[in-house]
């Protein structure tokens, strides 16, 4: 009887502190500043990504594909004698499309089929896109190319550098306005970009009868770094 008057004694105790110890046992808050910093660098691209299509229409579908079909294996036939090896060329879509009247009548089918192509050879880059295109002859399409830097690691690390770099530099003048010093590292986190320099739009039909000019210019890779700091008092 005596020890389970205790034991209740204690728990009633425990219980009170608990009860008014309140917020005062919370850990305190600590002060840090979070900004982004951007790095950009340039480089020389070293291929040129081209999206090409075969498109033709028929009275039925199975003569729509025949000619797109046929359009398309001549232009990546092209692209192969041009120096494309396999792994640079990727189907990029295929579309089957009815084709109607007003009265919403079918009266045909538009084929599409889709082909990317990486072109690593830059000075003759003009020449692979018109002999291409005049390949597929008027199925051919010729969407969009773009520039990219095939092996970008080391300019992104200098891009990420300078990201950082830029948001240190950020971070240490807000501490000096406030006072403060900066402590360690809390939080990185980090977004990348390029800017491919895309030409054409979709559906883009090519002048095949004359050789396409082709200026790489230079690439800009970009890193964005948000990096978070403790401050010291």
Request: net charge negative.
């Amino acid at each position: 009887m005596v020890l389970s008057r205790f034991a209740a004694s204690v728990a009633a105790l425990t219980t009170l502190v608990a009860l008014t110890a309140g917020p005062a046992a919370a850990a305190p808050a600590l002060d840090s500043v979070t900004v982004t910093g951007t790095g950009d660098v340039f480089g020389e691209p070293d291929v040129l990504v081209a999206d090409f299509a075969a498109e033709a229409g028929a009275a039925t579908v199975a003569e729509a594909m025949e000619r797109a079909s046929a359009a398309a294996t001549r232009m990546r036939d092209t692209l192969v004698s041009a120096g494309v090896v396999a792994a640079d060329l990727q189907t990029s879509h295929a579309d089957i499309s009815a084709q109607r009247d007003d009265k919403g009548k079918i009266t045909g089918y538009t084929v599409t089929q889709g082909l990317t192509a990486k072109i690593r050879d830059l000075p003759k880059a003009g020449t692979v896109l018109t002999e291409t295109v005049t390949a597929g002859g008027d199925a051919a399409r010729l969407n969009a190319v773009s520039f990219a830097i095939d092996d970008d690691a080391a300019l992104l690390a200098e891009a990420r550098r300078k990201a950082f770099a830029d948001a240190k530099g950020k971070a240490e003048l807000y501490a000096g306005a406030a006072g403060r010093k900066l402590g360690r590292v809390i939080r990185v986190s980090e977004a990348t970009s390029d800017d491919g320099g895309g030409i054409g739009g979709p559906d883009h039909k090519f002048a095949a009868d004359a050789a396409m000019p082709v200026e790489p210019g230079r690439q800009r890779l970009t890193a964005n770094v948000t990096v978070e700091w403790l401050l010291l008092r």
